[in-house]
Protein backbone atom coordinates (compact mmCIF):
# COMPACT_ATOMS: atom_id res chain seq x y z
CA UNK A 1 0.00 0.00 0.00
CA UNK A 2 1.16 3.65 -0.96
CA UNK A 3 1.15 6.37 1.85
CA UNK A 4 -1.00 8.10 -0.34
CA UNK A 5 -3.19 4.71 -0.03
CA UNK A 6 -3.02 4.67 3.66
CA UNK A 7 -3.46 8.26 4.71
CA UNK A 8 -6.64 8.46 2.38
CA UNK A 9 -8.39 5.61 3.46
CA UNK A 10 -7.55 5.95 6.98
CA UNK A 11 -8.67 9.87 6.44
CA UNK A 12 -11.70 8.60 4.79
CA UNK A 13 -12.57 5.76 7.07
CA UNK A 14 -11.93 7.68 10.83
CA UNK A 15 -14.13 10.39 8.99
CA UNK A 16 -16.79 7.84 8.36
CA UNK A 17 -16.66 6.21 12.31
CA UNK A 18 -16.48 9.86 13.93
CA UNK A 19 -19.73 10.32 12.43
CA UNK A 20 -21.45 7.64 13.62
CA UNK A 21 -20.06 7.55 16.69
CA UNK A 22 -20.44 11.68 17.73
CA UNK A 23 -23.82 11.54 15.21
CA UNK A 24 -25.43 9.08 17.90
CA UNK A 25 -23.72 10.92 21.11
CA UNK A 26 -25.57 13.91 19.81
CA UNK A 27 -28.74 12.51 18.64
CA UNK A 28 -28.66 10.90 22.41
CA UNK A 29 -27.96 14.18 24.10
CA UNK A 30 -29.13 17.42 22.40
CA UNK A 31 -32.71 18.76 22.86
CA UNK A 32 -34.71 18.56 19.58
CA UNK A 33 -33.13 15.11 18.51
CA UNK A 34 -35.65 12.33 18.18
CA UNK A 35 -33.23 9.96 19.63
CA UNK A 36 -33.07 12.47 23.21
CA UNK A 37 -32.57 10.22 25.66
CA UNK A 38 -33.28 7.06 24.31
CA UNK A 39 -29.11 5.39 26.32
CA UNK A 40 -25.98 3.94 26.47
CA UNK A 41 -27.03 0.61 24.58
CA UNK A 42 -27.37 2.87 21.58
CA UNK A 43 -24.55 4.70 21.82
CA UNK A 44 -22.71 1.28 22.12
CA UNK A 45 -24.42 0.09 19.18
CA UNK A 46 -23.58 3.70 17.11
CA UNK A 47 -20.00 3.83 17.84
CA UNK A 48 -19.95 -0.58 16.65
CA UNK A 49 -21.97 0.17 13.66
CA UNK A 50 -19.45 3.59 13.03
CA UNK A 51 -16.61 0.80 13.54
CA UNK A 52 -18.25 -1.47 10.74
CA UNK A 53 -18.84 1.11 8.31
CA UNK A 54 -15.89 3.06 8.76
CA UNK A 55 -13.62 -0.32 8.41
CA UNK A 56 -15.18 -1.69 5.41
CA UNK A 57 -14.82 1.32 3.43
CA UNK A 58 -11.47 1.98 3.98
CA UNK A 59 -10.13 -1.61 3.90
CA UNK A 60 -8.88 -1.96 0.27
CA UNK A 61 -7.01 1.51 0.72
CA UNK A 62 -5.64 1.20 3.88
CA UNK A 63 -6.49 -2.29 5.90
CA UNK A 64 -8.61 0.07 7.87
CA UNK A 65 -7.07 0.43 11.32
CA UNK A 66 -8.95 3.49 12.33
CA UNK A 67 -6.91 3.90 15.95
CA UNK A 68 -3.80 4.82 16.91
CA UNK A 69 -3.79 2.02 19.57
CA UNK A 70 -4.44 -0.38 16.85
CA UNK A 71 -1.41 0.79 14.62
CA UNK A 72 1.54 0.67 17.54
CA UNK A 73 0.33 -2.63 18.63
CA UNK A 74 0.44 -3.91 15.30
CA UNK A 75 4.00 -2.20 14.90
CA UNK A 76 5.41 -3.16 18.18
CA UNK A 77 4.40 -6.81 17.35
CA UNK A 78 5.47 -7.05 13.68
CA UNK A 79 8.22 -4.03 14.36
CA UNK A 80 7.33 -2.56 11.26
CA UNK A 81 7.32 1.03 11.93
CA UNK A 82 8.06 2.95 8.40
CA UNK A 83 4.51 3.47 7.97
CA UNK A 84 3.04 4.43 11.57
CA UNK A 85 3.03 8.34 10.88
CA UNK A 86 0.75 8.04 7.46
CA UNK A 87 -1.75 6.06 9.59
CA UNK A 88 -1.80 8.50 12.87
CA UNK A 89 -1.72 11.46 10.26
CA UNK A 90 -4.66 10.03 8.37
CA UNK A 91 -6.35 8.91 11.97
CA UNK A 92 -6.06 12.51 13.44
CA UNK A 93 -7.22 14.44 10.18
CA UNK A 94 -10.18 12.05 9.43
CA UNK A 95 -11.55 12.16 12.86
CA UNK A 96 -11.62 16.03 12.98
CA UNK A 97 -13.25 15.60 9.57
CA UNK A 98 -16.19 13.29 10.92
CA UNK A 99 -16.34 15.54 13.89
CA UNK A 100 -16.89 18.67 11.61
CA UNK A 101 -19.76 16.27 9.87
CA UNK A 102 -21.35 15.01 12.75
CA UNK A 103 -21.79 18.96 13.84
CA UNK A 104 -23.14 20.03 10.76
CA UNK A 105 -25.88 17.36 10.48
CA UNK A 106 -26.92 18.65 14.20
CA UNK A 107 -26.84 22.52 13.20
CA UNK A 108 -30.01 22.99 14.48
CA UNK A 109 -29.78 21.09 17.36
CA UNK A 110 -26.63 22.66 18.68
CA UNK A 111 -27.52 26.31 17.31
CA UNK A 112 -31.08 25.20 19.46
CA UNK A 113 -28.52 24.86 22.85
CA UNK A 114 -30.33 27.89 24.55
CA UNK A 115 -31.52 28.14 27.96
CA UNK A 116 -35.28 27.56 27.00
CA UNK A 117 -38.54 28.15 29.03
CA UNK A 118 -41.15 25.94 29.94
CA UNK A 119 -43.68 25.93 27.16
CA UNK A 120 -45.79 23.77 24.40
CA UNK A 121 -42.50 21.65 24.09
CA UNK A 122 -42.00 20.63 27.35
CA UNK A 123 -40.15 21.80 30.32
CA UNK A 124 -37.35 24.46 30.06
CA UNK A 125 -34.11 24.08 31.16
CA UNK A 126 -30.70 25.08 30.80
CA UNK A 127 -28.29 24.62 27.94
CA UNK A 128 -27.17 20.88 27.26
CA UNK A 129 -22.97 20.47 28.04
CA UNK A 130 -21.80 19.42 24.51
CA UNK A 131 -18.16 17.93 24.88
CA UNK A 132 -19.83 14.57 25.59
CA UNK A 133 -21.27 14.43 22.04
CA UNK A 134 -17.44 14.77 20.60
CA UNK A 135 -15.07 13.65 23.46
CA UNK A 136 -14.85 11.41 26.59
CA UNK A 137 -15.72 12.35 29.83
CA UNK A 138 -15.11 10.44 32.83
CA UNK A 139 -18.32 9.69 34.86
CA UNK A 140 -16.08 10.12 38.27
CA UNK A 141 -12.68 12.02 38.03
CA UNK A 142 -9.64 10.36 38.94
CA UNK A 143 -6.52 10.24 36.96
CA UNK A 144 -5.29 6.96 38.14
CA UNK A 145 -8.58 5.24 37.98
CA UNK A 146 -9.39 6.49 34.48
CA UNK A 147 -5.81 6.33 33.18
CA UNK A 148 -5.80 2.41 34.25
CA UNK A 149 -9.45 1.93 32.54
CA UNK A 150 -8.54 3.38 29.41
CA UNK A 151 -5.21 1.03 29.33
CA UNK A 152 -7.62 -2.51 30.16
CA UNK A 153 -10.36 -1.54 27.87
CA UNK A 154 -7.84 -0.71 25.61
CA UNK A 155 -6.37 -4.35 25.71
CA UNK A 156 -9.16 -5.90 25.34
CA UNK A 157 -9.90 -4.35 21.71
CA UNK A 158 -6.16 -4.19 20.48
CA UNK A 159 -5.26 -8.06 21.93
CA UNK A 160 -8.26 -9.51 20.02
CA UNK A 161 -8.06 -7.37 17.02
CA UNK A 162 -3.91 -8.77 16.75
CA UNK A 163 -5.42 -12.68 17.44
CA UNK A 164 -7.98 -12.52 14.54
CA UNK A 165 -5.34 -12.15 12.41
CA UNK A 166 -4.47 -15.84 13.32
CA UNK A 167 -8.13 -17.33 12.22
CA UNK A 168 -7.54 -17.56 7.95
CA UNK A 169 -11.17 -18.26 7.29
CA UNK A 170 -11.96 -14.75 8.91
CA UNK A 171 -10.24 -12.26 6.98
CA UNK A 172 -10.49 -14.58 3.74
CA UNK A 173 -14.34 -14.03 4.15
CA UNK A 174 -14.05 -10.62 5.48
CA UNK A 175 -16.19 -11.29 8.83
CA UNK A 176 -13.16 -9.61 10.70
CA UNK A 177 -14.52 -6.04 10.91
CA UNK A 178 -17.77 -7.39 11.35
CA UNK A 179 -16.29 -9.12 14.45
CA UNK A 180 -14.44 -6.52 15.79
CA UNK A 181 -17.34 -3.85 15.60
CA UNK A 182 -19.47 -6.45 17.60
CA UNK A 183 -15.88 -6.45 20.00
CA UNK A 184 -16.30 -2.21 20.27
CA UNK A 185 -20.08 -2.87 21.12
CA UNK A 186 -19.36 -5.28 24.14
CA UNK A 187 -16.45 -3.08 25.27
CA UNK A 188 -18.69 -0.22 25.20
CA UNK A 189 -21.67 -1.89 27.37
CA UNK A 190 -19.15 -3.63 30.03
CA UNK A 191 -16.12 -1.48 30.52
CA UNK A 192 -17.25 1.83 28.98
CA UNK A 193 -19.38 3.27 32.09
CA UNK A 194 -16.06 4.83 34.11
CA UNK A 195 -14.60 7.17 31.75
CA UNK A 196 -17.17 6.45 28.29
CA UNK A 197 -14.33 4.46 26.86
CA UNK A 198 -12.08 6.46 24.12
CA UNK A 199 -9.83 3.30 23.25
CA UNK A 200 -8.53 5.12 20.26
CA UNK A 201 -6.60 8.44 20.76
CA UNK A 202 -7.57 10.18 17.60
CA UNK A 203 -11.20 9.20 18.41
CA UNK A 204 -11.05 11.49 21.27
CA UNK A 205 -8.63 14.31 20.33
CA UNK A 206 -9.56 15.02 16.89
CA UNK A 207 -13.41 15.81 17.82
CA UNK A 208 -11.77 17.59 21.14
CA UNK A 209 -9.92 20.07 19.12
CA UNK A 210 -13.04 20.66 16.57
CA UNK A 211 -15.45 21.19 19.88
CA UNK A 212 -12.46 23.61 20.63
CA UNK A 213 -12.60 25.54 17.84
CA UNK A 214 -16.47 25.28 16.76
CA UNK A 215 -18.88 28.35 16.85
CA UNK A 216 -21.54 26.32 19.15
CA UNK A 217 -23.69 27.97 21.40
CA UNK A 218 -23.65 27.44 25.20
CA UNK A 219 -20.96 24.64 24.33
CA UNK A 220 -18.88 24.73 27.58
CA UNK A 221 -15.08 23.98 28.18
CA UNK A 222 -13.19 21.29 26.01
CA UNK A 223 -11.69 19.99 29.34
CA UNK A 224 -7.94 19.58 28.42
CA UNK A 225 -6.91 19.01 31.75
CA UNK A 226 -8.43 15.33 31.24
CA UNK A 227 -7.65 15.00 27.13
CA UNK A 228 -4.05 13.38 28.24
CA UNK A 229 -5.73 10.35 29.49
CA UNK A 230 -7.76 9.18 26.50
CA UNK A 231 -4.86 10.00 24.40
CA UNK A 232 -2.06 7.89 26.93
CA UNK A 233 -4.33 5.15 28.38
CA UNK A 234 -5.07 3.92 24.61
CA UNK A 235 -1.49 4.05 23.53
CA UNK A 236 -0.17 2.32 26.34
CA UNK A 237 -2.76 -0.29 26.06
CA UNK A 238 -2.15 -0.70 22.78
CA UNK A 239 1.46 -1.06 23.36
CA UNK A 240 0.99 -3.85 25.78
CA UNK A 241 -1.40 -5.97 23.52
CA UNK A 242 1.27 -5.65 21.10
CA UNK A 243 3.89 -7.03 23.56
CA UNK A 244 1.54 -9.83 25.09
CA UNK A 245 0.31 -10.96 21.78
CA UNK A 246 3.96 -10.79 20.46
CA UNK A 247 5.21 -13.01 23.77
CA UNK A 248 2.31 -15.12 23.81
CA UNK A 249 1.54 -16.07 20.22
Known amino acids: MSDGDIFTGEVIGTA ?72 LLGQIVGAMLGAVLAYLAYLAQFRANVPTEAGTDGPGGEPVPTLGVFSTVPEIRDPVANLVTEIIATVALVLPVLA ?54 NKGGSDWGYAWIPVVGPLIGGALAGLLYNAAF
Open 16 to 87: ILILFGAGVCAAVTLRHSKARASGWIVIAFGWGFGVLAGAYTAAPLSGGQLNPAVTIGIAVDTGKWGKVWVY
Open 164 to 217: FGLTKGLGESGITVLIVSLLVVGIGLSLGGPTGYAINPARDLGPRLVHTFLPIP
